[in-house]
């Protein structure tokens, strides 16, 4: 059992709302997770995602179709220097 599944079944029922900001594997479990928050560096969602995501277009059609397949409800991606990219439903 992986520690999202752990956490779901310990909180079902109370409806937290997860904030998660990890890497590597544990990211890529997440898919389709229903996590609140995901927030990621742009290397790691490249990982993520296995896409090269060289624009800030790529970048937002790949941060919408985690929104819209249930992954997260909001994603924070972290472009160092140049800030950061808002998802939303």
């Known amino acids: 059992m992986t520690f999202m599944q752990s956490l779901r079944r310990k909180t079902h029922g109370t409806h937290p ?10 990211l890529r479990k997440l898919k389709g997770s229903g996590v609140f928050l995901l927030k ?9 995602t296995g896409l090269e995501l060289l ?3 790529d970048q937002k059609q790949a941060g919408c179709e985690l929104v819209n397949n249930g992954t ?6 972290s472009l160092g220097a140049d800030g950061v990219l808002l998802v939303t439903p």
């Open 17 to 26: 709302k997860l904030i998660i900001d990890t890497s590597g594997d544990p």
């Open 40 to 48: 990621p560096n742009l290397r790691e969602f490249r990982e993520f």
């Open 55 to 57: 624009s800030e277009e």
């Open 72 to 77: 997260c409800e909001v994603l924070v991606l």
